[in-house]
């Protein structure tokens, strides 16, 4: 060999050398404590900060869902993956560390296989009506199914709960506001000269004579309270109903009393039958909590038509994906039970090493 | 007075006289003090519990559906703990705190609404409501507890250490009975409504008292001679191990919301303000619990990572505080039907 050639291949192996020494940098740099403990700052101060934008919306588009912060996330992940294939040991004292961390990337693979390969769209269905079609934001997606919404029904819980109050408008100066029902009790209606009282409570409204009222029973049927108006030397009572809010109003009135009386809803019952090949393959009462299942698909009760309650929203999801979420968080809860309860008590047992020393790196 | 109230009246006073007693104990040194300081605790704590499981049968469904119900339920686990960290530890000075903690969090508990209000359909959903909101919260009373020995821990170390901790301590008492005086206040009508500059004010002149206040407590504590037991006394443990105990269930508590928001409405994560504060605060402990292996890189020296972990705790439950309380009236979200 010639000094030349020698030379050369010297010139060669210290260029490799060079390579894995840097390559060898960047792998160590990965794997490090380090970077997860800044990765893990960091990605606390970008939550903050997308918390804090008002419009969740636009928190979703420019930070949660932004290809930077995935980016984010997936370099925790690596990290996280390098770290635990650099550390991983089956010792009682590492082993629950290395589950926890496992059950960790179990999970996001899972997150991963839901974000590619999954859908998920809204339904709206009026009473009667059938549909396959479901709608997400960029795009529309097709069922295998067809589901025939039979019938939906809204349940609410008729004395428990009720929230009541007194809506008061006024015209001049603009006011719009809300007062407890207190029998009894007269307030002002905020900087106007207007005084309201309370006189009167009738659960069940009726007119036993001319000028005589009183309740057909104790339950609220027909709610409704008598108001008393005071404007300087004016005066006027009249009666104001939760059920029917316009009767007793004059429209041309500068101040009008409304008697709100909401029921809290107790449940959403959509019943539905699901279609294939003209056949039902599948029908239940969908609720809230409880979801119907098939062929993948999970049909979820979302929203409902406030005002007539005529129709239905459903979410419709499949998530191949979620299995994997799952089998993560029951690893992630074994690891970190074992680290933190069972740990110490085996470790103890076999000759206390110090739980606080510092770990060099 | 229904039988309801009074286990919880009982349980108030049990607090109180728990807080009292233990201060006793601290200036004596009597042992005895301690003892019955303890049973006052565990008798405020049945009587506690007593009144959780009463609200269960009446209302036919679990109790831990709003503010009221989870204030009461955290006081509940704050004073388990602190009789747990009590009779397996018995740390100086952490009773008090504790048993104080337990109390305001009941006093702050009774300006809510107290009726057993139906449930909206999302919540009605007895399993995961139950595990979701135990493990959450009694992964809250461990950090609580974590943070009452903090402070203890830093009040004990010399110098800029102490005074800093003093500042802390006295502002987050002050916060707290503060923030109750005036809760109270408005309930009953007694106090206007603050808002705009005089709240720039009012916390100004807290700043200004809490520092006033740390300055006596510094005082106290140097004409004391209180002294730090060494960074691997009983406190320095404890920081950790309170914390240790509780990440799991914080871990858990997560994980069980996050299955239930699967069954409810199809998605396990929705980066909801809630989900992802109580994330962040996963985060924060997380980080604490990785601290002792960075090696120094953070710029902490083996021999103060005790005194980092401490004020770490501290921070750490102010996450606890705000993913509790300031998501609920700073940010809005799926989680705001818990008021």
Redesign the interface.
Known sequence: MSWRSKRREDLVNVQTSKKISAGRKLLKLLSSVKLAISLLAVIAVVLIVATVIRNQTQARRYIYHSWWFISLLGLFCLNLALCTAGRWSFRVRKVGTTVTHAGVLVMVIGVVIGAVSGERGYMQLYIGHSGNTCYSDSEKISLPFTVHLRDFKVERYRNRGVHERLVIRVVDPDFIGAFPLEVGKRFRIADTSYFVTILRYEPDFVVLGEGTYGSRSDTPNNPAVQVQLENGSQNSEHWVFANFPGMHQDPDSNVQVFYQRIEKIKDFKSKVQLFEAGKVVASKTIEVNRPLRYKGYTIYQSSYDPEHELFSVFDVARDPGVRFVYLGFLIISAGVMFTFYLRPLLVKRGGAPDSTKQNQE | MSATRVFFNVAEVAYLAAVLVFAVYYASHKKGFRAVAISFLIAGGLSQAFFVGWRWVEGERPPFANSFETLVFFSLAIAVTCIIVELLYSPKAVGAGASLLALLAMAYANLFDW?I??L???L??SLWLTLHVVFCFVSYAAFAVSYVVASVFLLKQKGVLRKVSAFLTSLSILGLVGGLVYGLGRKHGIIPKVGGRTTIWLIAAGFVVAGLLSAALVAVLNARGVRSEGK?SVL??LV?KTI??G??FL??GI?TG??WA????????G???KE??S??TW??Y??FL?????????GVK?KS??TFRALLSMIGFLFVLFTYFG?NYL???LHAYGD
């Open positions: 009726a209000d139906p909206m359909p999302a009605q959903n691997r320095s443990i950790s240790a105990f990440f799991p871990t858990i994980i996050s299955v699967n069954v409810a409405w199809g998605r396990y994560w980066w909801d303000p992802t504060w994330l962040i985060v924060v997380a980080f990785h601290v002792r292996f960075s090696g120094g890189w953070l083996a990572l005790p998501v940010l809005s979200g």
